[in-house]
């Protein structure tokens, strides 16, 4: 019964570099959703999978991000010739229900600085 | 696109009195969810309320939903020093979720 696990849990890259953020979602949970988190604010939606189908990436800021979801479990967040703006806590939650509607369970986030 | 206001930004009580912060959306919603986040750690769901005029209570905590289904509360009484943290509502529509900027409370001993 481990909750949502996100790694690494700390990731510092140079502007330019790429840059792969993963997610352990709970066993069994239909949803994901991919958060980004600036300092004082409040998580903004990046992406929400439902099993495998990546169903709404709207929040994705730009062609540099892309998310996958390929065996409907484990996820990855890309981040490509990463940018300052990008430094921030990348936050990822599961849920047992389909839909955005439902109780989500975090995982711890990763921080990622770009210097 | 959907908007999420919360107020206000941050307060700060001393333990004992109470707290309350506010919810608005621009759209009416399907539901909405409270989640607290502690200094440091990740957002903890906390409760969803899902119908016209609804009111739940988790000890100290009350949440209600708007009769129209765009406005939120939380009420804490007494507050303690564990209820530190910052308390986020987010509004689910059709097929969006958004989260408000946050309540940041500060409880001093």
């Known amino acids: 019964g481990a909750g949502v696990s996100q790694s690494p849990r700390y990731k510092v890259a140079k502007r330019g570099q790429d840059v792969a953020l993963r997610c352990d979602p709970i066993?069994?949970?239909?949803?994901l959703f991919w958060y980004q988190q600036a300092l004082g604010q409040g998580p903004e939606f990046l992406t929400y999978?439902?099993?495998?189908?990546?169903?709404?990436k709207s929040g994705l800021p730009s062609d540099r991000f892309f998310a996958e979801r390929p065996e409907g479990s484990v996820s990855t967040l890309k981040i490509q010739r990463t940018q300052q703006e990008d430094s921030a806590v990348y936050l990822c939650?599961?849920?047992?229900?389909?839909?955005?509607?439902?109780?989500?369970?975090f995982g711890p986030g990763t921080r990622l600085t770009v210097t | 696109g959907q908007q999420v206001m919360q107020i206000p930004q941050y307060q700060h009580v001393q333990e004992g009195e109470d707290f309350t912060t506010y919810c608005n959306s621009s759209?009416?919603?399907?539901?909405i969810q409270w989640y607290k986040q502690r200094p440091g750690g990740h957002p903890v769901f906390l409760i969803q309320?899902?119908?016209?005029?609804e009111v739940k209570k988790q000890k100290r905590l009350t949440f209600q939903f708007g009769e129209a289904k765009k406005n939120s509360s939380l009420h804490i009484t007494a507050t303690q020093t564990t209820d530190v943290g910052t308390y986020f509502c987010?509004?689910?529509?059709?097929?969006?979720?958004?989260f408000g900027k946050g309540t940041m409370l500060l409880v001093s001993p």
């Open positions: 066993s069994g949970h239909v949803s």
């Open positions: 987010v509004g689910s529509g059709y097929s969006t979720l958004t």
């Open positions: 759209t009416t919603l399907s539901n």
């Open positions: 309320l899902v119908k016209s005029g």
């Open positions: 939650a599961s849920s047992a229900y389909r839909g955005p509607g439902y109780e989500q369970y």
């Open positions: 999978f439902q099993n495998e189908a990546q169903l709404d």
